[in-house]
């Protein structure tokens, strides 16, 4: 197995070790609520990453225009598969050399999809919300990060 390919599996069990567990690298104080208004409190946090919101919506207009470009790329390899498979029944035997451009637009698709959308979906897109009566954006986040504070629920949208 490729050095790359290997780092790329052992980050990746890392990533869903620490996520699914709720470990941090430098944990805070959690924020104290009374218990009677701890049911309904959400936590918010102020946006931080400017960069990469502003990126993502400046591709924003553009993404009509993308989801056209990829359902074309994805006609077009439905077409290139199905005339290889074609020719290889016509022939009556397997030839693999027919599945070699097939399979490398498959995969310059797939990874184009993969980071186009990682590009246009920042995480701020879905943890994104509105508090009523507060200006600037806010993302949820948990009781312990730095810079939370407690919000009530009825005001999140």
């Avoid at 397997?94 to 979906?121: A, C, N, Y």
């Avoid at 701020?124 to 810079?147: H, K, M």
Wanted: charged residues 10%; contains cysteine; glycine residues 6%.
């Amino acid at each position: 197995m490729k050095p790359l390919m290997l780092f790329a599996i052992v980050a990746l069990v890392a990533i869903v070790i620490v996520v699914s567990f709720g470990l941090q690298l430098s944990p805070n104080a959690p924020i104290a609520l009374a218990p009677d208004s701890a049911a309904n409190a959400l936590y918010v946090c102020p946006t931080d990453s400017a960069f990469w919101d502003g990126f993502s919506a400046g591709i924003k207009p553009f993404s009509q225009y993308l989801i056209i470009g990829l359902f074309a790329v994805i006609m077009l390899l439905a077409f290139s598969w199905g005339w290889a498979l074609y020719q290889n029944l016509l022939s009556d035997s397997f030839k693999r050399d027919s599945f070699k451009k097939p399979w490398q637009l498959t995969k310059m698709t797939f990874w184009t999809t993969v980071i186009v959308l990682l590009f246009v979906m920042t995480p701020n897109y879905f943890r994104t919300v509105t508090i009523d009566g507060q200006a600037g954006e806010y993302v949820l986040c948990d009781s312990n990060t730095p810079g939370a504070r407690a919000v009530r629920s009825d005001a999140v949208h």
